[in-house]
């Protein structure tokens, strides 16, 4: 079957999908985007997290015909996201940040150390989001193949959660594992992000 | 989350930014936070295959016979192989003994043992054609334990061994026996005041790391292949992968993909072979991506274990004596099964001084599934079973358990059961000491936030099983000790290749090793070391591959240790060839060129004085130095095969973890409320990074402790829990705050007085949780993972 979408904002189609092929697979196998992990293809690690016409689902789980006509973001469309989030005001709340809620005094001095343009080895120079930047800031990557999920569930618990305590973060992350850095990094991205978020409102 | 942070008393290292003790930042952060990072399982070629593996559904069986005929003639498959298709007759590989069939032949020795592989043009495809594969089994009896292992009629697992383990071991269902003997236990026990005993069982444990078995084999116009590959050891691949296939090595070009995790499970070979022999079969690009399921059954498992301990102490606490017997069920492969040996008896008394001591560990060989390398292997079934021991003795001599701890820890000093002594600082006592002092999380947080208790901070959360009623708190401490590095006489090293040239008006360092980065941070040291060794800024990172030197296994502790070391003798070999070149382009311009001790800084040449005697930039001009090196601590020795004496460690680690845990009493629930560790890291090359090990460590041990654990059925050998639906690991409400003190007391063997830091907090992790939990039940708790039934009675 055919199945046209729309992921990181662009139209995208997809042909000859076998009926049991999942969204996963679709956006990972033929549409190139295999930010999206596939830990476990279960719905139990949620490492292949997407937002679904903005919620947050485990794109495993979703079957690719299922999502004929409407809108996924993944990991690689997450700064552009957050980007056009705050430039169009943020969430109803208005407590979402501004593109200088990116650019608080310690992000800024984060970005000085990759200040070299966008180098193709290392990324570095890349723009990111501010959950993007937070987590490597506080070294909550290792392995990293937890972190695109990651990057989702806590970006899109921030803007409807901006000033979230801890018990609020580790509810909201409760459905992704990561196997590496006992999560306490994880928890000093998320609250620095947070932080930074907070002090360009 | 006050207690959490940066160590104060780390030390900044060099003069040239980046350099090593800061905490710079990961060089492939950016793009594994934008998801471009590529992961073994994210490769892709075009026109390439999938492959399939299909795997035995019994444990123990004679393969009767197979037909292949409906699988091949599916559409869109390209090739069915099983042993008969081998193209060589190198049919087995194995870490140590080459004892694992590539496919099976003839028998199965295990549930989930690869017996035929597919390849076709769809995933799907490639499964639905491996289902139609017919094997017809022949059901054996299964060896599951040490009775069915060594019982007058049982079966041989392998018969006709020819491994040097063969020769020493009672039975061929062995694979390996190490005693430690020292002292006279027998006269040692008299002089006790009281004696503790204590039968002990570890459960299986998955690394489930998240990243599964993938790969992509490329076949090459030379008949070669290349193979890119999540793994631990690039060159211990190789030497395994090129002689199945029957090609030189040079012909199987192997490049590090990215790596999802390790943590020891993938020290042994999983698709990496099947993936090559399907590309050379059928002139096609292969990929294999395993699922959840199948990565259960695709790597080793940390050994469960059944330990008995008899230790005796005098009445002012001083311990007397200990006698151990370890069995470690090794499953149906070798895999590092030897090694776990070896560590689990050299280092089963603990970080103790105790002069007479008389333990036994064997491995068996059985039906269960495969058990081999998991972070703090052997080590960390000791000691829960050590530290149990500990606490028991405390009690019975009415000791504080941690005092009781403090006057038997060894130090710099100490002889161990094996004769030798520890070199290098041993703070154990310090460690203790530290974290005791360590502020206690408050009483009935869930109180703290207002008036409702927050059930998202009690036993069972948001399952809102109770609102404080039955919950009691319990406080416990472990300490450990592991080796660092590869032991016992093997030959540990590591090999860096470092070149140093002007790239865009810049002095430029580029370090290749095959080194894997599995997510530990070793690619962010080498920059740091390169950055401090040869004062440049930029340092570009090469991807490993088997185009160096091999860089050894990133485990056992060691790749900061041992590939660090390789990078560091690289560069300062560089640096010379620099500093030659600077005097002979500069020498007669300045004296200092040659009486001074001099350094490169921040892109200069200059003299320990601080004054700058050249540019790199001017010294280095169009010319590029270029050094690989093999690099070697020092050596060890093989442990005696009947006393266990011998210098078999090159490193010891140590690591203390306080537990507080809160328990539902009548429902069995357990919140890890807080688990802090002390840990001397020698010196914290990257701070950062240093306390995401001890913080994952960690938790890999509070699984171990209330959660993971692989169920076989003790009937069939059958793997009962194969996802992460029935094996949990710890999710981050599981998780509790990891507060971390760091200690650096410099080892002078090591480089930078460095010490290895990824395993040793697993070790106490998992003690330390289990005497809190005694501490809030007053059970006595000889197995780990606890379950609720054991906490309720209803076991």
Redesign the interface.
Known sequence: MRVTFTVNGRPQEADDVWEGESLLYVLRERLGLPGSKNACEQGECGSCTVRLDGVPVCACLVAAGQVEGREVVTVEGLADYAKQRAEHGGCASGACGTADAAAGTPLDEARRRAARGTDSHTGEGTELSPIQQAFIDAGAVQCGFCTPGLLVAADEMLERHPNPTDADIREALSGNLCRCTGYEKIMDAVRLAAARQSEGV | ?GT?GLPTNITQGSRTKGGIGE?T???????????????S??M?HEDMLWGQILRSTVAHAEIVSIDTGEALATPGVYAVMTYDDLPTDVRNYGLEIQDTPVLAHGKVRHHGEPVAIVAAD?P?TARRAAAKIKVEYRELPVITDEASATAPDAILVHDNRTDHHIGHVPHPNIVHRQPIIRGDVAKARERADVIVEGEYVFGMQD??????ESGLAVPAEDGGVDLYVATQWLHSDLRQIAPVLGLPEDKVRMTLA??????GGREDLSMQIHACLLALRTGKPVKI?Y??FESFFGHVHRHPAKLHYEHGATKDGRLTHLKARIVLDGGAYASASPAVVGNASSLGAGPYVIEDVDIEAVALYTNNPPCGAMRGFGAVQACFAYEAQMDKLAARLGMDPVEFRRINAMSQGTALPTGQVVDSPAPVAELLRRVKAMPMPPEQQWLA?GEAA?V??LPGG?SNTTHGEGVVRGVGYAVGIKNVGFSEGFDDYSTARVRMEVVGGEPVATVHTAMAE????GITVHAQIARTELGVTQV?INPADTRVGSAGSTSASRQTYVTGGAVKNACELVREKVLELGRRKFGTYHPAWATAELLLESGKVVTDAGEVLADLVDVLGDEAVEVEEEWRHRPTEPFDLRTGQGFGHVQYSFAAHRAVVEVDTELGLVKVVELACAQDVGKALNP??V??QI??????GLGIAVMEEIIVDPKTAKVRNP???DYL?????D?P??PVDVLELADEHAPYGLRGVGEAPTLSSTPAVLAAIRAATGLELNRTPVRPEHLTGTA
Not at chain 2, 207 to 212: D, I
């Open positions: 989350m959490t905490s930042l990961r060089p492939d952060g950016t793009l594994k936070v934008t998801g471009e990072f590529a992961y399982s994210d892709w769809h799907e690394q489930a790391f998240l990243g599964p990215g790596v999802g995790g390790a943590f991506v699922n959840r936030a927050d998202r901070e948001l599995v997510g530990q941070g570009t950062l990074s306390l995401g913080q994952g460590g960690t938790t890999q996802s992460f639906t690991i710890p999710t981050i409400l998780t705050t990891i």
